[in-house]
């Protein structure tokens, strides 16, 4: 692929064009769904960056390798998506469930080491985890999208499948680095937290240095 100039002018009037060469509005919920995709994939990139600073191996390895490959899942995925589905078949190849399974043995992998929940997770807990809530939920964003287009128009179920399960795993990864880093999760305290006192006003923040 060539890419000779960055500005076509063609946008100007509010269309753009699918891969396979149609001219739709850029409100089009085919558009929202492919750019959605698109903001997911930066995310990906914000972890594997900052995955690669990890003190451990494993974060860098799971972070770089795995990472890379979920971004270039998301680039074929967007590309069909951008496709009319008349044509999309003689443009591209499909979509291997083959990416889904590996979604899947990722996720049994970092599973492994985990513990139970007794309460449901705060982003934040380091940046790289707070990274990966980002990422979790643009990919649940993403995915009432593509259920939205699927309502108009056919997405294929492998589609489907690959962006539920990838925010599957973009949460277990979220605590898994925890666990490698020795951190701990912040975790949702109903009803109050450690910003109020026991009788209900707010806990003043230590003094700025």
Known sequence: MRMDRIYTKTGDAGQTSLVSGERV???DPRVDAFGTIDELNSVIGLIRTWGRESSQASVREESACVMRQIQNDLFD???????SPVRVSAILPPFPETRTLFLERR?????????????????????????AHLART??????????????????PDGILT???RLSD???VYSRWV??????QEFLWEPGGGAAEGESGEVVSPPPLV
């Open 178 to 183: 925890m666990r490698a880093a020795g951190q």
């Open 138 to 155: 643009v990919c649940r964003r993403a995915e009432r999208e593509l259920w939205r287009l699927h309502a108009e128009s056919p997405v």
């Open 107 to 131: 996720i049994d992998h970092c599973q492994a080491t985990l513990g139970a929940l007794t309460s449901f997770v705060l982003p934040g807990g380091s940046m790289l985890n707070a990274y």
């Open 162 to 164: 690959y962006v539920n």
């Open 25 to 27: 509005a850029k409100q």
């Open 77 to 83: 995925l967007g590309a069909i998506v951008a496709c």
């Open 169 to 171: 795993y973009l949460f």
